[in-house]
C-alpha cells in the first residue's frame, strides 16, 4: 500500500524556517518525481515545488523561489522541503504527492494527509 | 504561468442529479488535465487524469472529457458520497496549476 507521511510542521515566526519532511512507502520511490502542493486555511490548491525522481531537477512555483528548497534522500526514501524567509502567506497544510516515472509535470495519484505550518508572531 | 479557470465556484444539487463542472486553461494544455475530489480535512484523491482517463477505483459515474483550453467533468448521478470540492489541474507545464475548486453543496 502506497503510503506518504509529512511531518515538521509547526509554529514559526516570520522569517524563520522550517524542514518538512515526508516519508515514503509501498512504492520505489526513487522512481518517481515527488512534489510539494499547499492549501491556506480555506482557500485552494496552490503548487509549490517538485523533484525530478533523481533529484538532479527542480521546480518551484514563483510565491516561493528563492525562499524553499526541495530535496531527497533515496536511500531513505524521504522528500523534503526546506522553507526560509517564511512571510504570513506561507502558513498553509503542505501536502506531499507522488507524481510519474517519466516525466515531472504529472497528475498527483497519492497524497500524504498533510502537515500545518503556521506562520505567526 | 497557465491560468486554470472552473466554473461553477459553487454548485448546490440533489442526490441522483447530473451534475457538470467545467475548467478553462489560458492557453491550450493538449489533454494534461487532471480532476480532483476534496473533502473538509482530507488530502485530494485523483479522479480523472488525461482529462478522461479514470483513475483505478473510482466510480464510472466520474467522467472527464475535453482537450485544448476547454474541460468537464460530470458526475451522472450524484451520490451522498460525493458531496465534496473539486478541482481541475494542468500539467502541461512543469509549473503545475490548480483551479480556484468547484464546491458541490446539497440542494
Known amino acids: 500500500e502506497v503510503q506518504l507521511v509529512e511531518s515538521g510542521g509547526g509554529l514559526v515566526q516570520p522569517g524563520g524556517s522550517l524542514r518538512l519532511s515526508c516519508a515514503a512507502s509501498?512504492?520505489?520511490?526513487?522512481?518517481?518525481?515527488m512534489h510539494w502542493v499547499r492549501q491556506a486555511p480555506g482557500k485552494g490548491l496552490e503548487y509549490v515545488s517538485a523533484i525530478s525522481s533523481n533529484g538532479g531537477s527542480t521546480y518551484y512555483a514563483n510565491s516561493v523561489k528563492g525562499r524553499f528548497t526541495i530535496s531527497r534522500d533515496n536511500s531513505k526514501n524521504t522528500l523534503y522541503l526546506q522553507m526560509g524567509s517564511l512571510r504570513a502567506e506561507d502558513m498553509a497544510v503542505y501536502y506531499c504527492?507522488?507524481?510519474?516515472?517519466?516525466?515531472?509535470?504529472?497528475?498527483?495519484?497519492?497524497w500524504g494527509q498533510g502537515t500545518l505550518v503556521t506562520v505567526s508572531s | 504561468d497557465i491560468q486554470m479557470t472552473q466554473s461553477p465556484s459553487t454548485l448546490s444539487a440533489s442526490v441522483g442529479d447530473r451534475v457538470t463542472i467545467t475548467c478553462r486553461a489560458s492557453q491550450s494544455i493538449s489533454s494534461w488535465l487532471a480532476w480532483y475530489q476534496q473533502k473538509p480535512g482530507k488530502a485530494p484523491k485523483l479522479l480523472i487524469y488525461k482529462a478522461s482517463s479514470l483513475e483505478s477505483g473510482v466510480p464510472s459515474r466520474f467522467s472527464g472529457s475535453g482537450s485544448g483550453t476547454e474541460f468537464t467533468l460530470t458526475i451522472s448521478s450524484l451520490q451522498p458520497d460525493d458531496f465534496a470540492t473539486y478541482y481541475c489541474q494542468q500539467y502541461n507545464s512543469y509549473s503545475l496549476t490548480f483551479g480556484g475548486g468547484t464546491k458541490v453543496e446539497i440542494k
Open positions: 509501498g512504492f520505489t520511490f526513487s522512481s518517481y518525481a
Open positions: 504527492a507522488r507524481g510519474d516515472i517519466v516525466v515531472v509535470p504529472a497528475a498527483l495519484d497519492y
